[in-house]
């Protein structure tokens, strides 16, 4: 087996052929697409990794800011409590102070309101008892309660004595000759004239008795001289009863002494 | 046995058109038009096809054996060592088919590939630290060991071609003489491992050759820098 020399130089031609044919459409080719697919990758990764040291860098960012802001609520929810304790409290102390005030304007009212009824009552009961007790009296008006009356009367004015007795004895004397003696009723003339006996023997000068009817005395007489007066009147005792009454419905410590009946107390 | 080189199709006067060179014209067309076809349609991103995987799993698997012998830019050689492994590997490859012949198997063929391996090596070796770094490879570690470093060159070119063409050839003959022997089994038995020692032989040649073209590239690169120093 000999080597062919022809063939030697064409299979060397050839192989160069093929060299060139290869490298023009397989090496290159694929060498250029590898290395663009590689620096491509390269990029990406680089790019990739750009992003993650960003990310990194956005999540600490993003962490500190988060315990910044978790402080920065702690701290305004804190201050948030603290004030709107605060305000509670301030909210609570007022809403007390306001209730306090209006419970005291209220009980002031209650009382008012209690002592105007109160008062109200009082007065009616007061008016009711008298003009009751007024209208008994007068209903019971009679000649023989007159007379009694009369007699009560007479008896007084001789029954007067000591300083009181002066009194009337110098009223008497300043008197100019004539003395009013007031009645509910009209006196017969037996009885002007007793009640003139019984004045005579207290004055020397000889005296004139006019003698009125007036409605305000009830089932009494009353003697006026020189702004002395003497008077005998169920009016009398009814005042003192309407005075009782006021002082016991005001609560007045004296009304359980005050309310006993007195030993001057009319018999009717 | 057939001789390729015998076998002439064509001839005028010096020129002549035999079956190793239609045979290997042939393999250049497939190889070439394959490559166009898949490498027209070749995309950058992460989608590809079946086939544009396939060529980069192959050229970067060489250009990975290039970088693994110690060659420092494999780039630059890979058309050439990758010509070279996918040539005789494709020959060896297409073994398989009934009838084939691969020219590997002519020793003038052979002989080509060795003296295109030769001459790459010297041209590598200058084009990579120039001449003069390149030449004084030749008067290492004395200017005594120049003929030994010439026969040295000489002999390992023989010794490739010679490598390729015997086993190429061997196999060949195996199966041709087997067929004789025991038509039927034998002969697919030796076809299978005929297709193993194509791979081979193609692994081997490619990486002497680089091998061949490291060392030339090294020692003109150590030249160099004992130079610069």
Same mark, same amino acid.
């Given at each position: 087996?000999?080597?062919?020399? $022809? ?7 050839? $192989? ?90 209220? @009980? ?6 209690? %002592?105007?009824?109160? !008062? ?13 007790? !007024? ?26 004595? &000591? ?21 509910? $009723? ?5 009885? %002007?004239?007793?009640? @003139? #006996? ?9 005296? !004139? ?12 007489? @009353?003697?006026?001289?020189? &702004? ?22 005001? &609560?007045?410590?004296? $009304? ?6 007195? #030993? ?5 | ?37 898949? *490498? ?36 630059? /050689? ?15 490859? +297409? ?8 020219? *590997?198997?002519?020793?003038?063929? *052979? =002989?080509?590939?060795?003296? +295109?391996?030769?001459? =790459? ?12 770094? /390149? ?95």
């Amino acid at each position: 087996m000999l080597i062919d020399w $022809f063939t030697v130089i064409a299979q060397v031609l050839n $192989f160069l052929l093929l060299l060139w044919l290869l490298k023009r459409l397989l090496f290159t080719p694929v060498l250029t697409a590898i290395d663009e697919r590689e620096n491509s990758i390269k990029t990406q990764i680089a790019e990739a990794e750009q992003k993650m040291t960003l990310a990194a860098a956005e999540k600490n960012t993003y962490h500190q800011k988060n315990k910044d802001f978790e402080v920065e609520r702690d701290t305004l929810l804190t201050e948030a409590t603290n004030t709107a304790n605060t305000k509670h409290k301030a909210l609570l102390e007022a809403a007390r102070i306001e209730a306090e005030a209006l419970r005291v304007h209220l @009980e002031q009212s209650l009382k008012n309101d209690q %002592q105007n009824i109160s !008062r109200e009552i009082r007065e009616r009961t007061q008016q009711e008892v008298i003009a009751i007790s !007024r209208k008994v009296l007068a209903d019971l008006a009679s000649t023989s309660l007159e007379e009694q009356i009369v007699a009560v009367f007479i008896r007084r004015l001789a029954q007067i004595k &000591g300083e009181e007795k002066e009194r009337l004895i110098e009223s008497l004397t300043k008197a100019a000759k004539e003395i009013i003696i007031k009645s509910a $009723f009209e006196l017969s003339l037996d009885q %002007q004239a007793a009640i @003139e #006996k019984a004045i005579l023997p207290l004055t020397s000068d000889p005296i !004139r008795c006019r003698f009125d009817i007036s409605s305000k005395t009830i089932s009494g007489i @009353e003697l006026n001289v020189d &702004g002395y007066k003497m008077a005998w009147s169920v009016a009398d005792y009814l005042d003192s009863l309407e005075k009782v009454l006021a002082e016991m419905l005001n &609560g007045h410590p004296d $009304f359980q002494a005050t309310s006993k009946p007195t #030993k001057n107390e009319p018999t009717v | 046995m057939i001789d390729l080189d015998q076998q002439i199709f064509w001839e005028y006067g010096f020129l002549k058109l035999n079956a190793t060179i239609l045979i290997t014209w042939i393999l250049m067309v497939i190889l070439a038009l394959g490559s166009w076809l898949i *490498t027209r349609k070749i995309t950058l991103d992460s989608e590809r096809s079946r086939w544009q995987n396939g060529l980069e799993i192959i050229v970067i698997n060489i250009n990975k054996q290039i970088k693994e012998i110690g060659i420092p830019k494999p780039n630059l /050689y890979l058309p050439f060592l990758g010509t070279l492994f996918l040539f005789i590997a494709f020959a060896g490859l +297409c073994s398989i088919i009934p009838g084939y012949v691969p020219p *590997t198997s002519s020793l003038s063929t *052979t =002989a080509a590939l060795a003296i +295109c391996v030769f001459f =790459a090596v010297p041209f590598f070796g200058i084009s990579n630290s120039g001449l003069l770094a /390149y030449l004084k490879n030749y008067f290492q570690p004395t200017v005594i060991m120049l003929p030994f470093n010439i026969i040295s060159e000489l002999s390992r070119t023989i010794a490739l071609a010679i490598r390729l063409f015997g086993n190429m050839m061997s196999g060949a003959m195996i199966v041709s003489i087997l067929l004789s022997i025991s038509p039927f089994i034998f002969p697919v038995v030796m076809n299978a491992l005929g297709l193993l020692t194509g791979m081979v032989q193609a692994y081997i040649f490619s990486i002497l050759a680089a091998v061949f073209i490291a060392a030339a590239i090294q020692e003109s690169g150590k030249n160099q820098h004992l130079k610069i120093e």
